[in-house]
């Protein structure tokens, strides 16, 4: 699977100009987008769609619950689906994520990788900003699944011998 593979990005954004601007600059590559304007919306509709949602891209900054709020009761529900945080409000976040790297002792972009966000600041000028941006996103949670099927086949090698049981 790669990038190409992406269907469905979903959009979390309260400025509807600015939503009205990624929709547009995905309208001619097959990808399907949803838009939703809060934070609550978002919720409600991942726990419908969420395994047809290949990514989503994030505002920090949305109304009812914000981008943090909807990490948060994402990685509570087990649903893990790769997010680009785009925001003017990134500072914020990262102070979020600098504590849990603290309580977990991994790194900063550990932190980010185990959640499957990256981070964009806003303003986005350029489509080809976004589009790298959701790229390596997707590449980082492509190799993150790479790697931990490598290390399930290590562990059932070790476990169970090269031949099984």
């Known amino acids: 699977m790669c990038f190409l593979d992406v269907k469905k990005i979903l959009v979390i954004e309260d400025d509807e100009d600015l939503s009205d ?6 309208k001619d590559s097959g ?40 990490i948060i009761e994402l990685k509570k529900k087990k649903i893990s689906i790769p997010t680009l945080l785009v925001s ?15 309580l977990t002792k991994q790194t900063i972009d550990e932190v ?22 959701l790229v390596k996103l997707f590449d980082t949670h492509l190799m993150d699944k790479v790697n931990n099927s490598y290390l399930n086949l290590i562990s059932k090698i070790n476990t169970e011998g090269f031949y099984g049981k």
Not at 21 to 26: E, G, I
Not at 112 to 133: C, E, H, T, Y
């Open 112 to 133: 980010l990788v185990s959640l499957k966000i990256q981070i964009l600041d806003k303003p986005i000028m350029r489509k080809g900003d976004l589009i790298n941006a």
């Open 31 to 70: 990808i399907e987008i949803l838009r939703v304007y809060d934070g609550l919306s978002a919720l409600n509709l991942i726990n419908e769609e969420h395994q047809n949602i290949d990514m989503i891209i994030l505002d920090y900054n949305i109304p009812i619950l914000n981008g943090l709020d909807v």
């Open 88 to 102: 003017g409000y990134s500072d914020e976040f990262l102070k979020y994520v600098s504590f849990h790297s603290a």
């Open 21 to 26: 601007t990624y929709s547009y600059w995905f």
